[in-house]
């Protein structure tokens, strides 16, 4: 089983809300990774966790706030975001035990498609 | 520099038609590992193939097939008998190491469209 699953699938927010996207799995993997994606361009690393810390922050804005509460979840926390942050934003893991340069897959949720007004 | 580089950015194909999707990419190392995922209009990323660098071999699964070759820096993927279901982006990704963790630097992607 490779899923990761995402909430909410949709999300439309003004520029003053607070809101959080979720993302889980159950496949025991010890590394998760966010990422943006804009209509009609690549997926662009956001954050990742390895082993509920974080490992890589790609300079990211603080309107963007990354939440691993436990080995199985990640939230990514929302706040005065702008109309150009609107994307498709994806959830992916791996198994995160490999050693380097032996990089795990990465498997990716089905994306939260984030308007912001 | 590290990068993917898919020349492509869309094909038009009818249904059967074989279609091979270009993906060249350029590393400083000489260990590495790249992979292909598809992205259907739903939007999730699905998994491929993933290919380190020290395994020139090409692979088939069922319609698709892979070639990989180190002297051209090349990893591009064939689909044959292409069906309305492989309408979807086709993204190539590089593997990177930063700050003990592996990141993915995907290609602009693909976009492909089998016409019935």
């Known amino acids: ?117 | 520099a590290q990068k993917v580089t898919q020349a492509q950015t869309e094909i038009s194909v009818v249904e059967k038609e074989d279609v091979t999707l270009d993906c060249v990419y350029e590393t400083r190392d000489t260990t590495y590992y790249l992979f292909w995922y598809k992205q259907p209009p739903s939007g999730e990323l699905v998994f491929l193939i993933r290919r380190n660098s020290f395994d020139e071999q090409n692979e088939i699964s069922g319609r698709y097939s892979w070639n990989f070759q180190k002297s051209t820096s090349s990893f591009n993927f064939t689909i044959t008998a292409s069906q309305v279901v492989d309408s979807a982006v086709y993204f190539c990704a590089l593997s990177l190491t930063q700050g003990g963790s592996e990141k993915l630097v995907f290609g602009k992607g693909t976009k492909l469209t089998v016409n019935p």
């Open chain 1, 1 to 117: 089983d490779t899923e990761v699953t995402q909430t909410p699938k949709h999300l439309v927010m003004g520029m003053t809300n607070k809101k959080s996207l979720k993302c889980e799995q159950h496949m025991g993997h010890r590394a998760m990774y966010w990422y943006k994606q804009k209509a009609k361009k690549p997926p662009e690393l956001m954050f990742v966790y390895s082993y509920e810390k974080l490992s890589i922050n790609e300079s990211v804005p603080s309107r963007f706030s990354p939440e691993c509460p436990n080995s199985s979840l990640l939230n990514l926390h929302l706040h005065a975001l702008q109309p150009e942050d609107s994307a498709l934003y994806l959830c992916a893991s791996s198994q995160g035990t490999s050693g380097i340069p032996d990089p795990d897959t990465q498997y990716f949720g089905p994306g939260t498609r984030l308007t912001v007004l």
